[in-house]
């Protein structure tokens, strides 16, 4: 069994940052998944935000999140981090991490099988 466990979302002020981290745990390493970070908005799909392909290494990042947020991991502790900065209201969103063992179509969220259970972004102007 494999557990994602979200954390860092609060509510913060338009031009604002956070840092959100998601810990993969469960019987197979860390190494063995592909993972990332999807939104779902009220009355809107769930769509990718950002997502680390560990095939060749690429970060694929939605053109909303170019130049604002980023990715990184700390492999020792099995955790993916979004970094997110000069926040906007339009960011206010259910942000989840997901991961699956089977190399993905990078922003596709039904290619992802395993989800955390999420971690709310508020930003108000």
């Known amino acids: 069994q494999v557990e994602l466990v979200e954390s860092g979302g609060e509510s913060v002020q338009a031009g604002g940052s956070l840092k959100l981290s998601c810990v993969l745990s469960?019987?197979?390493?860390?190494?063995?998944?592909?993972m990332g970070w999807f939104r779902q908005i009220p009355e809107k799909g769930r769509e990718g935000v950002a997502v680390l392909y560990k095939r060749d290494g690429a970060t694929h990042i939605a053109d909303f999140a170019k130049g604002r947020f980023t990715l990184s991991e700390d492999r020792a502790t099995n955790t993916l981090y979004l970094q997110m900065n000069n926040l906007k209201p339009e960011d206010t969103a259910m942000y989840y991490c997901?991961?699956?063992?089977?190399?993905?179509?990078?922003?596709?969220?039904?290619?992802?099988?395993?989800w955390g259970q999420g971690t709310l972004v508020m930003v108000s102007s």
């Open positions: 997901a991961a699956t063992p089977f190399a993905p179509s990078p922003l596709r969220s039904s290619d992802y099988d395993l």
């Open positions: 469960g019987r197979y390493p860390y190494r063995a998944y592909y």
